[in-house]
């Protein structure tokens, strides 16, 4: 299958810095990538859909203002956390979607970036 | 109600059981379906695709039914690897997803 990479994997940074997550797609080209975030025992929540090229599409109820998403090409995405707070906390995924191949539709997650902030 | 429901579990079975999830989805537009398999603090994984005409690869079986709005998983000959949780993930026409919240299987010798 696709292999999608996320950097950093673990990450725990101190209340009101920024923190950036990059999400590759290292096979295949992806126009379109899905940031999520998780709580423990609960389900992924879609935070943002990033299209290459052009502004996120958030979620009712995300701040753009704080995550803020960068599409620059077909292969890269970033989620910065800014000014991050405890509350924050929490897994975050990326997801790209390949364009092309059997199932176009199909995500292809990467392994997860668990944010601490303390 | 919301858009993509799952029973939670668990679900606790011996090995070698056969052992059946379903998934109901509101959305009736909705285009495509997925079953994820993710274990703990892990990323979901992609287990199978869901097809009308039904799909099966290996010990897992799974179904679609448009007209009731459900998809099944069915896992046969249940191994100890299978313990994880299991998401249903419906696709909208835009390809927006929604996950249910998984359903969590433990597999005990």
């Known amino acids: 299958g696709a292999v999608v990479s996320q950097h950093p994997s673990r990450v725990i940074c101190k209340s009101g810095t920024s923190v950036k997550i990059e999400c590759r797609s290292l096979?295949?080209?992806?126009?379109?990538m899905f940031w999520y975030r998780q709580f423990p025992k609960k389900s992924l929540m879609l935070m943002a859909t990033s299209n290459e090229g052009s502004k996120a599409t958030y979620e009712q109820g995300v701040e753009k203002d704080k995550f803020l998403i960068n599409h620059a090409s077909l292969t890269l995405s970033t989620l910065t956390v800014t000014s991050a707070h405890p509350e924050d906390s929490s897994f975050y995924i990326c997801?790209?979607?390949?364009?092309?191949?059997?199932?176009?539709?199909?995500?292809?997650f990467g392994p997860g970036t668990r944010l601490t902030v303390l | 109600r919301k858009e993509v429901e799952q029973d939670p579990g668990p679900f606790n079975v011996p090995e070698g059981a056969t052992v059946a999830f379903n998934c109901t989805y509101s959305?009736?537009?909705?285009?495509?379906f997925f079953w994820y398999r993710q274990d703990c603090r892990k990323e979901p994984k992609l287990l199978m695709s869901v097809y009308s005409s039904g799909n099966e690869d290996g010990r897992f079986t799974a179904q679609l039914n448009r007209a009731s709005q459900y998809i099944s998983l069915l896992i046969r000959d249940s191994k100890l690897s299978d313990s994880a949780t299991y998401l249903c993930v419906v696709n909208k026409r835009s390809y927006i997803p929604t996950f249910g919240r998984g359903t969590s299987l433990i597999v005990h010798p």
């Open positions: 959305n009736s537009a909705s285009q495509s």
């Open positions: 997801s790209a979607r390949a364009t092309s191949g059997d199932s176009p539709d199909t995500q292809y």
């Open positions: 096979d295949f080209q992806a126009t379109t």
